[in-house]
Every structure is written in C-alpha cells, then in structure tokens.
C-alpha cells in the first residue's frame, strides 16, 4: 500500500519511473510497464483516492470492496523468484497495471483491518492534499509528514497569540 501512497503522492511521468518505483518498493513485475500501463495506474489511483478521502467507515469498505472485487483473486501461494514462498492476490500472468493496482488494493485492505479503518487519510494541513497511510503506534496521525504538523502548529500558535 505505501507504494501506492507514493504514486498518488507523485504520479509517475514515465513507464521507465514505474518501473523503478516498483522495483524499489520490492515489486516484481511480471512484464516491464508501458506508457499505457502508467495510464492505467493513473486512473486506478484517482479510483483509490476516493478510499483515501472516503471517512465513513461502511462507505469506505465498499469502495475498497468494489475494488478488491476487479483487481484482486483468491489468494495463492508462490515462489515465483526464488525469494520464498509468499501470497499474490492475482491471477498468475495478470497484466502489469493490473498487477499494480491488485497490490495496492490488497494491501489497502490489509492495513486497514490490521490496524483499523481509520489508518489512510489526506494530510490535515491548510494546502497539502497528500495521503498517508496511518501507522503511528496511538493511530492518531493526521499529517503527511512531520514537516506539515510543525507548519500547522506554528499556524495555530501565532494564531493563538494574535488573538489573545
């Protein structure tokens, strides 16, 4: 799932870019991405956001749910590379955008009923519209980075001190 709070944070621009923010997320693609793919990946990702966005707890499984329901498969034991045996949640030779977006999804649901519904966001800051995905021990995160809540603090202190 951080990968793909990573690309809804910085879209890629190029299938070489994909392919490189996957291979350091420890993705193994199946087939190098094309031009077509980041297109896919792009119009799955604004599908995602609106998980990200979505607050309601029922809301948001649902949406998660239609998407589990498109990109991901029962799941499969394999050692594909010869790294060890782990679980894909894809069909074996699935398409590299499909791929992608079964990974972020399953992942997305992983998090969510592992840590709980409320652990995916858009930072809180006044002008920053990035996701993050919550895995602050108290579960209380409501910021991309501490970069944004030190500038939030500080707004809400001067802001403070002007008013009184």
Do not use: K
Not at 17 to 30: H, K, P, T
Not at 31 to 55: G, K, M, N, Q, Y
Not at 86 to 106: C, K, M, N, S, Y
């Amino acid at each position: 799932m951080q990968l793909g709070i990573e690309l809804l944070n910085e879209p890629c621009a190029s299938a070489a870019e994909l392919a490189e923010r996957c291979a350091a997320a420890g993705l193994v693609l199946s087939v190098p991405p094309t031009d077509a793919d980041v297109a896919s990946v792009t119009a799955f990702l604004a599908r995602w956001r609106r998980v990200v966005e979505c607050v309601d707890r029922p809301a948001r499984a649902e949406l998660l749910n239609a998407l589990l329901a498109e990109y991901a498969s029962a799941p499969r034991l394999t050692d594909h590379v010869g790294d060890g045996w782990h679980l894909h949640f894809r069909d074996p030779g699935v398409a590299t955008d499909r791929q992608i977006a079964a990974l972020i999804t399953v992942g997305t649901a992983l998090h969510l009923t592992g840590l709980g519904m409320d652990r995916l966001g858009v930072c809180a800051a006044d002008g920053c519209a990035r996701a993050y995905a919550d895995i602050s021990r108290n579960g209380r995160q409501r910021f991309c980075s501490p970069a944004c809540a030190n500038r939030s603090a500080v707004r809400r202190h001067r802001a403070a001190r002007a008013a009184g």
